[in-house]
DNA sequence: ATACTATAGTTGCACTGGCAACTATCGGAG
DNA sequence: CTCCGATAGTTGCCAGTGCAACTATAGTAT
């Protein structure tokens, strides 16, 4: 018989979920105001830069950013539109496609970043002494492994 | 000049990110597959059935359900018409409608419930220690609490 | 080589949610 | 009492997302 939660622990899923929401709400309408982008755009911009060629397969992408894989068709699609990435053909699998950084889309990330880790800092890790940021990462982190798997 | 996350802040952050759209995936899937519940729905029988007479209007009922009142309208449209929730007059205000829980509703809520937190618990709360649930609650409602007010 | 199964990505469709505009009502100022 | 600004809720419209179905290609077994 499994357990369900005490009431400590049921505030503390409770104070995840508002918190989660008020937080990506704020974070996403700064970034919006600041430079024109959604956050879901500004993800996909990070995990590119981040990767090694600044390019990443479709796949790959999706699980980064946390989107269905028909989800990112679309948001690549607005995204190409944009200028800010582009497709590109892949050799050694004709079935895939990489997505890559362009120019433009480099510079929206370096034009964006600053005003919006401005923002995580002070709406989110404001919030946190180290220790507690330590330990949140470390928590997080161990609920996020024990995820089942998708697909 | 506002300071910007550390390394140790950033991947909590981003942990955070991850883990709230893996776990309430899971939940959702699971809360669908259990009860035909969608989580919004569920959200909403338990704020209704937390309140006072089992009623709410549609206003404070937006804000508890971290929706906004024209998403609220048709959430509500929905779960009137599935019946587990009813639309009542506010004499003292005509302006106003309560969102009352039906019978079926509340039944809805404890048959979907026990297997719901079981899995907030299995999802969630097992990888808590309770000071770490004590101390990720605390943490997460000084951040909550920080946030700017809507409207 | 052939066939069979798995995987990458895209598309049709339906659903959900927000914004802005709208109606109805409230509550205060003159 | 009347007007006027504020508030409650709904609706039209549109953007974003997932599921399932589809096409194309890869990998594997015979």
Redesign the pocket.
Known sequence: MTRTPNAAELAAWRAFLAAHARVTETLEKELEEAAGL?L?WYDVLVQLDESEAGRL????L?RAVL????????????MCAAGLVA?EA?ES?????FVALTAAGREALHRAAPAHLAGVYEHFSAHLSPAQAESLRAVLERVLAAQPLRH
Request: overall charge positive; hydrophobic content about 25%; proline content about 4%.
């Open positions: 959604p879901g397969r479709m796949h790959d999706a989107l269905s894989r028909a989800g990112l068709t679309r948001l690549v699609d607005r497709r892949c699998d004709r079935r895939g496609r």
